[in-house]
């Protein structure tokens, strides 16, 4: 039997080597609710889970649901469509809280951002766009380009036309600064869009009154307004759309990673069907556009969702999670709170405490004790780590999340 050395060194030979997932830390054999299982057996909380296991690591409805696709179409060629692609098409339509919507698919998140960017520049007429220095899109030549206003250099350039203003998240008079400095790209006439997540996938919280400010400054000046949910929608905040907590729709909203049931590769734009205007384009023209097998899992996957009120869910079980991390800092003084909403949230240490400075060597260290500790998780900013659960998460599982963070807080 194949060990998880063998396996990894033998993945770090056989791939090109990048940030984050080759070479690779272990080997899974399997992957079931909130855990995952090594190649020697053994199991780890996965507080991470790339943010698509909504519903847990293989939900056995959606690999039924998959088994049953198999036997009836697997592939549709772009020129026709399916069931599955249409009532997944109708079933996000039906959420949409806003005026009359229509939708395109991709097999990710990065690509379907870039379908959201073509839409608003062929709407507007305009080619420029805003959006959050230090922010994350995805990793396609326009998707990435829009997270840094100076990637490494040795990428070349990225589209032109970017501006990248200053986040909510950056410190006192951050959002102050941030609307004042849309509010002066917007006059020139030239955006097309304004694209942000809506909360940040590191869970900072925006305040409650920002996007509707930005909203009435997009209203002003005819830009449109992407909100990227690949990480934070579909329930994963307590409301399906993370949006409607700030009380600002967009035109058009990304959806992706859970989407696919936590097994397959889709994602969604949903977008006023005002932009709708051209149809002579190719805006998303993906050899597995509408394929049935991934639209059935995303199908199921909200079928689902609305059937055990898992949206409602997140929200009881993120404040059973939120105020076990209040409960903890009161008596571990490394540990200092929690931020984010529903069950998008990040645990926050105090560095100081802990002997050493915030920044990337204290990330890791919290990162290794929590490995330590039977919990996979990822940095999120210099001195907090991620708490990302299931929506299926149960209260049993929550105590024995918030023992071993309380063991990690002790240690670190």
């Known amino acids: 039997m194949t060990d998880s050395h063998d396996l990894t060194a033998r993945d770090a ?38 943010t698509v296991h909504h519903l847990g690591h293989g ?23 399916n069931e599955p692609a249409v009532a997944l098409a109708e079933a996000l339509l039906a959420r949409w809280p806003g005026p009359p919507a229509r939708v395109l698919f991709a097999t990710g998140g990065s690509d379907a951002i870039e379908i959201a960017l073509k839409l608003a520049r062929v709407a507007t007429c305009r080619q420029e766009t805003v959006s959050l220095e230090g922010s ?41 600064r941030m609307l004042e400095e849309i509010a002066g790209l917007l006059a020139t006439g030239r955006i097309a869009a304004v694209i942000a997540e809506p909360m940040r996938s590191n869970c900072h919280v925006p305040p409650m009154d920002l996007w509707p400010q930005v909203r009435a400054l997009c209203d002003a000046h005819g830009t449109k307004l992407i909100f990227d949910e690949i990480p934070s929608g579909l329930g994963k905040t307590g409301r399906f759309f993370a949006f409607e907590h700030f009380g ?24 006023d069907a005002g932009l709708n205007v051209a149809p002579e384009l190719e805006l998303g023209h993906y050899t597995h556009e509408k394929n049935p097998l991934t639209t ?6 909200l079928e689902i969702l609305a059937r055990d009120d898992l949206v409602s869910r997140a929200r009881e079980a993120g404040g059973r999670l939120a105020s076990g991390v209040a409960d903890i800092a009161t008596r571990v003084p490394s540990v200092t709170g929690v ?61 024995d999340v918030l023992d071993r963070i309380e063991t990690v807080g002790r240690r670190v």
């Open 296 to 301: 059935r899992a995303a199908l199921t996957m």
């Open 248 to 271: 600002a729709t967009p035109d058009m909203v990304v959806l992706g990673k859970a989407l696919g049931g936590g097994m397959v590769p889709i994602a969604a734009v949903i977008g």
């Open 59 to 81: 939900h056995p409805e959606i690999v039924a649901a998959l088994k049953r696709q198999l036997d009836e179409l697997a592939f549709s060629p772009r020129r026709f469509t």
């Open 136 to 176: 994350y899109h995805g990793h396609g030549f326009g998707a990435f380009g829009l997270s840094q206003a100076a990637p490494d250099p040795r990428l070349g350039g990225f589209l032109p036309g970017r501006h990248h203003v200053t986040p909510y998240w950056a410190g006192e008079g951050g959002p102050a």
């Open 339 to 399: 931020r984010g909403m529903g069950l998008l949230l990040a645990v926050e240490f105090d560095a100081a405490r802990c002997g050493q400075a915030p920044g990337a060597t204290f990330a890791e260290h919290l990162v290794a004790t929590c490995l330590a500790q039977g919990l996979s998780t990822t940095a999120k900013g210099g001195s907090a780590i991620g708490l990302s659960l299931p929506l299926t998460v149960t209260d049993v599982e929550i105590s």
């Open 13 to 50: 030979a056989a791939f090109f080597h990048q940030h984050g997932s080759s070479p690779c830390i272990g080997a899974l054999r399997a992957a079931r609710g909130i855990w995952l299982e090594d190649m020697a057996g053994r199991r780890l909380i996965d507080l991470h889970g790339n």
